[in-house]
């Protein structure tokens, strides 16, 4: 009879969670419909104000923001970088292949996902990842097989392959054991702006290789400190940022202190907000934030929730300090510019 009424309890149970969850359900799907055109439309809207789409006018897919040919020609077009150091930009049209020379030499974009070396055979090799599926393919090889495609003087000039330096599996990367075959660059958007070799190399995996890097940095205004080795505070006036390494991504959040306006004092440190970023992103977000003319821009509202608006130059930011909304609050930080 004991076992009855238990069975009579669980098909209850059971039958009240899908009568709560159906309508949850239903609910977010309908809401996931509704605004995935928007997001699309959005995506569109942005790839067609790109400099990528208005000079070779390719048709839109999905995956065009993550593509490194994409990524890069739109960076050094922009900041004008093609111009000082007379990059060209080659698309050929007899087999739609895509690449650009510098200096005499043709550097290929990566279709591959990881490098790695081979101990055993003493070789690099490109990894290939599909359907958690392995393959790889030695670096000269690579570069041999793409050299047929090349049109006109292309072909009688040296190839290099530009990767990212997240793209190595190595804990640690020392430039001076990469082939000469590839350039190596921190981000393709970075490419042609950053010397430094102790950045370009870094793909920090705690806060203690962040912390080092930050400090080759002369842009970053501020404060830092360690401690433990894997907590990293930094401070500028009433702005705060505490930085933990988690697992393989790092925690960042975001604090001040708010200033009383009767006497001019501080009161108690307040969170703002709080994010989870990659190990190829970290750095980044911090020097958006840290650097000298910078600015960061959150909006709380009412109930609870935060957003970052944006982080980077203030000389681009399109919020004001004094801007105000309705059930919201901005607040706004910016670091001072560099002094001549």
Not at 179 to 192: G, I, N, Q
Request: charged share 25%; glycine share 2%; proline share 4%.
């Amino acid at each position: 009879m004991k076992e009855k009424s238990t069975t009579i309890l669980n098909s209850i149970l059971f039958v009240i969670t899908i009568l709560v969850f159906i309508p949850l359900i239903i609910f977010i799907s309908l809401i996931w419909v509704i605004t995935l055109p928007f997001c699309e439309f959005s995506e569109r809207k942005e790839y067609k104000s790109s400099n990528y789409f208005k000079h070779f006018n390719f048709p839109y897919n999905k995956s065009i923001f993550h593509s490194p040919r994409y990524v890069f020609y739109n960076s050094v077009t922009e900041k004008g970088l093609d111009k000082l150091y007379n990059i060209r930009y080659v698309f050929q049209k007899s087999n739609r292949f895509e690449y650009f020379i510098f200096d005499n030499t043709v550097f290929l974009f990566p279709d591959f996902n990881k490098i790695r070396y081979d101990e055993n055979k003493n070789e690099w090799n490109f990894i290939y990842i599909k359907y958690s599926e392995e393959s790889y393919k030695p670096i000269d090889s690579y570069i041999e097989w793409y050299e047929q495609f090349l049109d006109g003087d292309a072909r009688f000039l040296p190839v290099k392959v530009i990767v990212e330096a997240s793209m190595f599996e190595a804990d640690e990367l020392d430039l001076n054991t990469i082939p000469d075959s590839l350039w190596v660059v921190r981000k393709y958007e970075k490419a042609f702006e950053e010397t430094d070799w102790h950045i370009i190399s870094g793909v920090p995996k705690d806060t203690k290789k962040l912390y080092s890097m930050l400090l080759h940095n002369p842009d970053i205004c501020g404060s830092f400190e360690l401690k433990n080795d894997d907590l990293l505070m930094w401070s500028f006036d009433n702005l705060y940022l505490d930085i933990y390494a988690d697992r393989k991504e790092f925690l960042v959040r975001v604090s001040y202190a708010p200033v009383n306006k009767k006497n001019n004092c501080r009161k108690w440190l307040r969170e703002l907000t709080h994010w989870h970023s990659g190990s190829d992103e970290i750095y980044d977000e911090i020097c958006s934030i840290a650097c000298y003319g910078s600015a960061l821009v959150v909006k709380t509202f009412f109930f609870g929730a935060e957003d970052v608006l944006y982080s980077g130059d203030k000389k681009k930011c399109p919020y004001r300090k004094t801007e105000k909304h309705l059930f919201s609050t901005i607040h706004y930080f910016e670091m001072p510019d560099r002094s001549l």
